[in-house]
């Protein structure tokens, strides 16, 4: 070879590797391609630009077929345009470009399910992923968040009531989906597929009953009112007062021991006509959901249960309306968009016309002259508005009020001249006993990113308790003339904010944490009074006026953490402190639940939780009533502390059709209050009300069991209780434990819905209670009245009844079959419906109370048993478009 | 407060409401001794002794009388009178010999044989400061003074009487039935529910170390030529047991739907009854013509 061709050879030689290094990220290409897939362009850029990939075929996926066309484009740019949408990676390894895959392994999906057609979010449907047997349940505001390994292809949504629905997720990135679920026509035989609901025995959370509003409806009425308290009430584990009335007792917890929220706003008297019905219109509830025991973190403030109710959002892109009309109130619901798909409104309003009707009538019996006036009604109103700004936030303001009333007002003139009586004068005196309930609520919700949804809440609640008399007095005979103006009001006002947050890392946790401040403002028994006379004889104008403010501050966390496949905890704490009177009270609630997945779709659950409660009601011993009332705690009477322990069993049969749970629970309840026994009932609370109160504790324990099918053309529950609870006081039954008043040992519920075709359907509910306790007489004895035996007015002595212990009796058995059947029809612009109910079908006298009467004639005295409600038809109509 | 509630209740609860005689065994605590009496200041006492009865009894309205029971009354703790049984309006009183003295405390012990001995203590309050009566004819009203001491908790019962006036001094003919007017008790119902009473007791709560002018209201106007208000000072023993007595008489109404349970207070120990002192006071006045 000669020198030149040495040389050129060296050259070649060399400029070879240099050709090889001659690539960088910088190099401008220029790439065309249409709809080829991906190997194509490697293959390509191979060819013009010598840049040579390195994959594995078995990891890295190049069939996607792209369209592409760059000129001149720096090289990483082209790569990214070409690989990015796949997940692969390219990096340069020596001369090569080695393609990779992200290692991404989780995204999340988030958003909102709502209904289909009317845009009303749904609280508690679920979302599942069932290839990793992983899913979730909307939250209050029907937001769901989901993180899952990315190669999951899709999520299937449902909820009771609609039709499944199943969801393809895009092949890669985190995805905010809304999913619309459509209404089933409930004669449809769901074709159920495998693993397709996130079972009972997948939840964590135990005792915890939902009641979908359409059984409310659809279970028998009381008077042709349909009610969410009652349905409450024929679950096991809750007890009531004779018929209903006497407020809610669970898992033998007293009455004001139930925190009741609308909308997240507590609600102190939730009855209307002494407990008869609550103040919730059935047509506005969207959902409803009581909590018995394993209490998550984010509640507190009460012992014994929680119940969350919700309104509906109001539909977004249509209007509707309801009037319908019972036996005893007139009501209507319109809600609708103001603004399509952007804002909607609801709004509603019930009142009871019997009074109206009856007017005449009573005036007449009760004497109250010419111009006299008689009311005696509830009524109650239900607004709010939705507004959606972006898919990240919502607002929504809403507002609830409420009164019972009995007003009478007499006119009399009196122009009589026959002796002996002679009266010769106008009278005229009006009264008024009323109490409410006022709501407002602020909320705000807010999604950071698909992870972290919070929501921000400010709310308002009252409940006012009023009785006031005007009284005028004229003489025609002689100077004489009274005018007097007596008023007595208790009240309570609560004013909230508070921030919570729900956060989703990733799969195996579930966290919720937020903070809350709560003002309350304590006003328990005001008088007021105004004298006119011409003979004033006020002993002062004002009395017991004052209130008492007190400021709750809570800090929860919970973390609802997937430890194995089998095994789920829900961890969380719950710090509250109370500020009332420069005392400060705290308290520290572990909230401890585990879930346990046993083979053949069984699972064991358990729970500890400790519950806190700085305000009591003060109430006396026989039943609850609106005089009843609300105060603080003070240095003698100190907050009441829960602590309950809940063990059980779940599962729902393979063909989804029926769950199953069995749970035991043991409780015990500290610093617990009643009146001493001679204070007498409805003293105002003055500024020594916990010198008329002892203070004890409680104890309750028992076993539940539900069988429920939710599902089909026969829906309906199966409960049984064994239960006990009572109470110790060193000052009652000389200290030691007497039963609790509403301790019924047995209960037995059950409730059939039947659907015959789109027009007929029939309900049935039977309960059975064993009796409750009852404090009867021991002896009788001679009473006296007057010290002298030559008294003129001397009457014949009294009998007195001497009381045996407290609550050492029982009433009878009580049992009771009430019966109803709704018709529908619908019609083109509108659908009516036709609702006849039974209540106590088979007329059973349950007792209300028991007294002692006296027969003269046979000179005789029993027992006797008073029932109030016989059996009790009633009749509704209603008309929805 | 309550007759509000009751009242309200009864009225709405139009519905018919049904009685059904119940199958639950009343027992019975035993027979104990009963002690009754009001010592009134200025008048000898008399002491009923009775024996208590099954709830379910068909004895009758009358309890059975313990004639022989040993009654001894103690004056600060040293025999005080002797005391005779005596039948008066044909009931069977012990009656003591000596009549009751202001600022004293008395015991009152009762045993008969087969039964516990049952003993009973209560101090003698204080006078009632009652003064100026006054009434119209014709008129609806009738009004006096009281004067409250303040640093005691007192208690008052009130009776008005129509009166005549015989050999010079007025004598008491019949009750009036009168009300408060309700910012002193607080039963708004009353001025609703026309409701009128012979006897009302009342603590001091409202008007305590006051000088106040009551105005009570009668059922009907006034006729008669003289009045006599009697204002009768009141024990917290005392006052407790009329109290809870009233309570429980108006639990056997039958529309009563309450109903709570209401326990009688009772000072006797080992028994029941009550002994309390009492200290009365009568102010008279002629009607206005």
Same mark, same amino acid.
């Given at each position: 070879?000669?020198?030149?061709? /040495?040389?050129?050879?060296?050259?070649?030689?060399?400029?070879?590797?240099?050709?090889?290094?001659?690539?960088?990220?910088?190099?401008?290409?220029?790439?065309?391609?249409?709809? +080829?897939?991906?190997?194509?362009?490697?293959?390509?850029?191979?060819?013009?630009?010598?840049?040579?990939?390195?994959?594995?075929?078995?990891?890295?996926?190049?069939?996607?077929?792209?369209?592409?066309?760059?000129?001149?484009?720096?090289?990483? /740019?082209?790569?990214?345009?070409?690989?990015?949408?796949?997940?692969?990676?390219?990096?340069?390894?020596?001369?090569?470009?080695?393609?990779?895959?992200?290692?991404?392994?989780?995204?999340?999906?988030?958003?909102?399910?709502?209904?289909?057609?009317? #845009?009303?979010?749904?609280?508690?449907?679920?979302?599942?992923?069932?290839?990793?047997?992983?899913?979730?349940?909307?939250?209050?505001?029907?937001?769901?968040?989901?993180?899952?390994?990315?190669?999951?292809?899709?999520?299937?949504?449902?909820?009771?009531?609609?039709?499944?629905?199943?969801?393809?997720?895009?092949?890669?990135?985190?995805?905010?989906?809304?999913?619309?679920?459509?209404?089933?026509?409930?004669?449809?035989?769901?074709?159920?597929?495998?693993?397709?609901?996130?079972?009972?025995?997948?939840?964590?959370?135990?005792?915890?009953?939902?009641?979908?509003?359409?059984?409310?409806?659809?279970?028998?009425?009381?008077?042709?009112?349909?009610?969410?308290?009652?349905?409450?009430?024929?679950?096991?584990?809750?007890?009531?007062?004779?018929?209903?009335?006497?407020?809610?007792?669970?898992?033998?917890?007293?009455?004001?021991?139930?925190?009741?929220?609308?909308?997240?706003?507590?609600?102190?008297?939730?009855?209307?006509?002494?407990?008869?019905?609550?103040?919730?219109?059935?047509?506005?509830?969207?959902?409803?959901?009581?909590?018995?025991?394993?209490?998550?973190?984010?509640?507190?403030?009460?012992?014994?249960?929680?119940?969350?109710?919700?309104?509906?959002? #109001?539909?977004?892109?249509?209007?509707?309306?309801?009037?319908?009309?019972?036996?005893?109130?007139?009501?209507?619901?319109?809600?609708?968009?103001?603004?399509?798909?952007?804002?909607?409104?609801?709004?509603?309003?019930?009142?009871?016309?019997?009074?109206?009707?009856?007017?005449?009538?009573?005036?007449?019996?009760?004497?109250?002259?010419?111009?006299?006036?008689?009311?005696?009604?509830?009524?109650?109103?239900?607004?709010?508005?939705?507004?959606?700004?972006?898919?990240?936030?919502?607002?929504?303001?809403?507002?609830?009020?409420?009164?019972?009333?009995?007003?009478?007002?007499?006119?009399?003139?009196? !122009?009589?001249?026959?002796?002996?009586?002679?009266?010769?004068?106008?009278?005229?005196?009006?009264?008024?006993?009323?109490?409410?309930?006022?709501?407002?609520?602020?909320?705000?919700?807010?999604?950071?990113?698909?992870?972290?949804?919070?929501?921000?809440?400010?709310?308002?609640?009252?409940?006012?308790?009023?009785?006031? @008399?005007?009284?005028?007095?004229?003489?025609?005979?002689?100077?004489?003339?009274?005018?007097? @103006?007596?008023?007595?009001?208790?009240?309570?006002?609560?004013?909230?904010?508070?921030?919570?947050?729900?956060?989703?890392?990733?799969?195996?946790?579930?966290?919720?944490?937020?903070?809350?401040? *709560?003002?309350?403002?304590?006003?328990?028994? *005001?008088?007021?009074?105004?004298?006119?006379?011409?003979?004033?004889?006020?002993?002062?104008?004002?009395?017991?006026?004052?209130?008492?403010?007190?400021?709750? $501050?809570?800090?929860?966390?919970?973390?609802?953490?997937?430890?194995?496949?089998?095994?789920?905890?829900?961890?969380?704490?719950?710090?509250?402190?109370?500020?009332?009177?420069?005392?400060?009270?705290?308290?520290?609630?572990?909230?401890?639940?585990?879930?346990?997945?046993?083979?053949?779709?069984?699972?064991?659950?358990?729970?500890?939780?400790?519950?806190?409660?700085?305000?009591?009601?003060?109430?006396?011993? #026989?039943?609850?009533?609106?005089?009843?009332?609300?105060?603080?705690?003070?240095?003698?009477?100190?907050?009441?502390?829960?602590?309950?322990?809940?063990?059980?069993?779940?599962?729902?049969?393979?063909?989804?059709?029926?769950?199953?749970?069995?749970?035991?629970?043991?409780?015990?309840?500290?610093?617990?209050?009643?009146?001493?026994?001679?204070?007498?009932?409805?003293?105002?609370?003055?500024?020594?009300?916990?010198?008329?109160?002892?203070?004890?504790?409680?104890?309750?324990?028992?076993?539940?069991?539900?069988?429920?099918?939710?599902?089909?053309?026969?829906?309906?529950?199966?409960?049984?209780?064994?239960?006990?609870?009572?109470?110790?006081?060193? !000052?009652?039954?000389?200290?030691?434990?007497?039963?609790?008043?509403?301790?019924?040992?047995?209960?037995?519920?059950? *409730?059939?819905?039947?659907?015959?075709?789109?027009?007929?359907?029939?309900?049935?509910?039977?309960?059975?209670?064993?009796?409750?306790?009852?404090?009867?007489?021991?002896? &009788? @004895?001679?009473?006296?009245?007057?010290?002298?035996?030559?008294?003129?007015?001397?009457?014949?002595?009294?009998?007195?009844? !001497?009381?045996?212990?407290?609550?050492?009796?029982?009433?009878?058995?009580?049992?009771?079959?009430?019966?109803?059947?709704?018709?529908?029809?619908?019609?083109?612009?509108?659908? /009516?419906?036709?609702?006849?109910?039974?209540?106590?079908?088979?007329?059973?006298?349950?007792?209300?109370?028991?007294?002692?009467?006296?027969?003269?004639?046979?000179?005789?005295?029993?027992?006797?048993?008073?029932?109030?409600?016989?059996?009790?038809?009633?009749?509704?109509?209603?008309?929805?478009? | 407060?309550?007759?509000?509630?009751?009242?309200?209740?009864?009225?709405?609860?139009?519905?018919?409401?049904?009685?059904?005689?119940?199958?639950?065994?009343?027992?019975?605590?035993?027979?104990?001794?009963?002690?009754?009496?009001?010592?009134?200041?200025?008048?000898?006492?008399?002491?009923?002794?009775?024996?208590?009865?099954?709830?379910?009894?068909?004895?009758?309205?009358?309890?059975?009388?313990?004639?022989?029971?040993?009654?001894?009354?103690?004056?600060?703790?040293?025999?005080?009178?002797?005391?005779?049984?005596?039948?008066?309006?044909?009931?069977?009183?012990?009656?003591?010999?000596?009549?009751?003295?202001?600022?004293?405390?008395?015991?009152?012990?009762?045993?008969?044989?087969?039964?516990?001995?049952?003993?009973?203590?209560?101090?003698?309050?204080?006078?009632?400061?009652?003064?100026?009566?006054?009434?119209?004819?014709?008129?609806?009203?009738?009004?006096?003074?009281?004067?409250?001491?303040?640093?005691?908790?007192?208690?008052?019962?009130?009776?008005?009487?129509?009166?005549?006036?015989?050999?010079?001094?007025?004598?008491?003919?019949?009750?009036?039935?009168?009300?408060?007017?309700?910012?002193?008790?607080?039963?708004?119902?009353?001025?609703?529910?026309?409701?009128?009473?012979?006897?009302?007791?009342?603590?001091?709560?409202?008007? &305590?170390?006051?000088?106040?002018?009551?105005?009570?209201?009668?059922?009907?106007?006034?006729?008669?030529?003289? $009045?006599?208000?009697?204002?009768?000072?009141?024990?917290?023993?005392?006052?407790?047991?009329?109290?809870?007595?009233?309570?429980?008489?108006?639990? +056997?109404?039958?529309?009563?739907?309450?109903?709570?349970?209401?326990?009688?207070?009772?000072?006797?120990?080992?028994?029941?009854?009550?002994?309390?002192?009492?200290?009365?006071?009568?102010?008279?006045?002629?009607?206005?013509?």
């Amino acid at each position: 070879m000669s020198l030149t061709a /040495k040389l050129l050879l060296g050259m070649l030689l060399c400029c070879f590797p240099l050709q090889v290094l001659a690539w960088d990220w910088h190099i401008k290409v220029t790439l065309s391609l249409n709809d +080829q897939p991906l190997l194509v362009a490697c293959q390509l850029l191979e060819k013009n630009y010598g840049i040579h990939f390195s994959y594995s075929r078995d990891v890295v996926d190049l069939s996607h077929r792209i369209t592409l066309d760059v000129r001149n484009k720096p090289l990483k /740019k082209v790569l990214e345009l070409l690989f990015e949408p796949y997940d692969i990676v390219s990096s340069r390894i020596g001369n090569q470009i080695v393609l990779t895959m992200k290692s991404k392994p989780l995204r999340t999906v988030s958003g909102y399910v709502e209904d289909a057609r009317t #845009g009303e979010k749904l609280i508690g449907a679920t979302v599942y992923c069932p290839a990793q047997r992983a899913g979730t349940v909307t939250n209050q505001y029907g937001f769901y968040s989901i993180t899952l390994k990315k190669d999951t292809s899709s999520l299937y949504t449902s909820y009771i009531g609609y039709t499944p629905q199943r969801y393809k997720l895009p092949a890669t990135g985190n995805r905010q989906i809304a999913m619309g679920l459509q209404p089933t026509n409930s004669l449809q035989e769901i074709v159920v597929t495998e693993n397709m609901k996130e079972h009972l025995q997948e939840q964590t959370q135990m005792s915890k009953v939902n009641i979908p509003v359409t059984e409310i409806e659809a279970v028998p009425r009381l008077l042709g009112e349909a009610d969410v308290m009652r349905t409450l009430q024929s679950l096991p584990g809750v007890t009531a007062g004779a018929d209903g009335s006497g407020g809610m007792s669970v898992r033998g917890g007293s009455p004001d021991q139930n925190l009741i929220l609308l909308d997240g706003t507590p609600v102190f008297n939730s009855e209307h006509v002494f407990g008869i019905f609550s103040v919730f219109n059935p047509d506005i509830i969207k959902n409803a959901d009581l909590y018995k025991g394993a209490f998550p973190a984010r509640y507190g403030g009460r012992l014994s249960s929680i119940v969350d109710v919700s309104m509906k959002d #109001g539909d977004m892109k249509n209007y509707h309306g309801e009037v319908s009309i019972s036996t005893i109130a007139a009501k209507f619901m319109i809600e609708g968009p103001l603004w399509k798909n952007k804002t909607s409104f609801i709004l509603s309003g019930r009142r009871s016309y019997l009074d109206l009707l009856m007017d005449d009538a009573v005036k007449s019996v009760l004497k109250l002259g010419e111009n006299g006036d008689f009311y005696a009604f509830f009524y109650d109103a239900n607004a709010r508005i939705n507004h959606i700004f972006s898919p990240k936030d919502r607002l929504y303001l809403s507002a609830f009020g409420g009164e019972d009333a009995l007003i009478i007002s007499q006119d009399h003139d009196y !122009e009589t001249t026959d002796a002996p009586d002679q009266r010769r004068y106008r009278e005229q005196s009006s009264f008024k006993l009323g109490w409410g309930n006022l709501t407002g609520t602020l909320r705000w919700n807010h999604v950071f990113n698909q992870r972290l949804f919070s929501n921000v809440t400010f709310n308002y609640s009252q409940y006012f308790f009023l009785t006031h @008399y005007h009284y005028n007095f004229k003489s025609y005979t002689i100077d004489e003339h009274s005018q007097l @103006y007596g008023r007595y009001t208790s009240r309570i006002q609560n004013a909230v904010g508070k921030i919570d947050f729900d956060y989703r890392p990733r799969p195996s946790h579930a966290v919720k944490f937020g903070v809350a401040s *709560t003002t309350h403002i304590f006003k328990p028994g *005001t008088f007021f009074f105004e004298d006119d006379s011409a003979m004033p004889s006020l002993p002062d104008t004002s009395y017991n006026n004052f209130n008492t403010v007190g400021v709750d $501050m809570v800090l929860y966390g919970e973390d609802d953490w997937q430890l194995t496949p089998n095994l789920h905890l829900n961890a969380g704490l719950h710090a509250a402190g109370f500020l009332v009177e420069k005392r400060f009270y705290r308290s520290v609630q572990p909230r401890l639940g585990l879930r346990y997945l046993l083979p053949k779709s069984w699972a064991l659950k358990a729970a500890y939780t400790h519950m806190y409660q700085p305000i009591h009601l003060l109430t006396n011993n #026989g039943t609850n009533l609106p005089t009843d009332l609300w105060v603080p705690s003070t240095p003698k009477v100190k907050p009441m502390l829960s602590r309950q322990f809940t063990i059980g069993m779940a599962k729902t049969t393979e063909d989804h059709q029926y769950e199953f749970s069995l749970e035991g629970y043991y409780k015990t309840m500290n610093n617990v209050i009643e009146y001493t026994e001679y204070a007498s009932a409805f003293n105002s609370a003055g500024k020594k009300w916990d010198d008329q109160v002892i203070i004890g504790k409680g104890r309750s324990y028992g076993t539940e069991v539900l069988l429920e099918k939710k599902q089909g053309k026969t829906k309906g529950w199966l409960g049984y209780t064994l239960a006990w609870s009572d109470r110790q006081f060193a !000052e009652v039954n000389k200290g030691k434990r007497y039963p609790y008043k509403y301790d019924a040992r047995h209960n037995l519920e059950l *409730t059939v819905i039947h659907q015959f075709n789109k027009n007929w359907e029939i309900s049935a509910g039977w309960q059975f209670s064993t009796g409750k306790p009852l404090t009867l007489p021991v002896a &009788s @004895y001679e009473g006296i009245q007057e010290p002298s035996p030559y008294d003129p007015q001397l009457p014949v002595p009294p009998r007195v009844d !001497e009381l045996g212990a407290r609550n050492q009796f029982r009433t009878s058995n009580i049992h009771r079959l009430d019966l109803s059947v709704t018709y529908t029809k619908k019609k083109r612009l509108w659908t /009516k419906s036709w609702n006849l109910s039974l209540y106590n079908a088979y007329n059973q006298k349950n007792p209300f109370y028991y007294y002692v009467k006296s027969d003269p004639a046979a000179k005789e005295r029993y027992l006797v048993q008073k029932t109030i409600f016989p059996i009790l038809p009633s009749i509704s109509y209603s008309v929805k478009f | 407060m309550r007759f509000i509630i009751v009242y309200a209740m009864g009225l709405v609860m139009l519905l018919a409401a049904c009685d059904k005689e119940a199958r639950l065994n009343l027992p019975y605590e035993g027979d104990k001794i009963v002690l009754n009496t009001f010592l009134l200041v200025d008048s000898v006492a008399y002491i009923r002794v009775t024996k208590s009865e099954p709830v379910v009894s068909s004895n009758g309205p009358e309890f059975t009388e313990l004639v022989n029971a040993q009654v001894t009354i103690l004056e600060n703790g040293q025999p005080f009178s002797a005391v005779h049984h005596q039948v008066i309006n044909g009931r069977g009183y012990f009656v003591s010999d000596s009549a009751i003295r202001p600022g004293k405390i008395y015991t009152v012990t009762a045993a008969a044989t087969g039964l516990t001995a049952v003993t009973a203590t209560d101090s003698i309050p204080a006078q009632p400061e009652v003064s100026g009566l006054f009434a119209q004819k014709t008129a609806s009203q009738l009004n006096f003074t009281l004067k409250d001491p303040g640093n005691v908790i007192n208690y008052y019962r009130i009776h008005i009487y129509a009166a005549d006036s015989t050999d010079g001094a007025i004598r008491p003919l019949s009750r009036i039935e009168y009300r408060l007017d309700p910012s002193f008790n607080n039963n708004f119902a009353d001025i609703i529910s026309d409701s009128y009473y012979q006897d009302l007791v009342v603590k001091d709560e409202r008007i &305590s170390g006051k000088s106040i002018v009551f105005v009570l209201q009668t059922s009907k106007p006034v006729t008669y030529k003289y $009045m006599i208000a009697e204002v009768v000072g009141l024990t917290e023993q005392g006052y407790r047991y009329l109290k809870s007595l009233d309570d429980q008489q108006d639990n +056997q109404e039958e529309d009563n739907i309450l109903a709570q349970p209401v326990k009688v207070y009772s000072n006797v120990a080992n028994g029941y009854g009550i002994v309390a002192g009492m200290y009365a006071k009568r102010i008279t006045c002629k009607v206005k013509e």
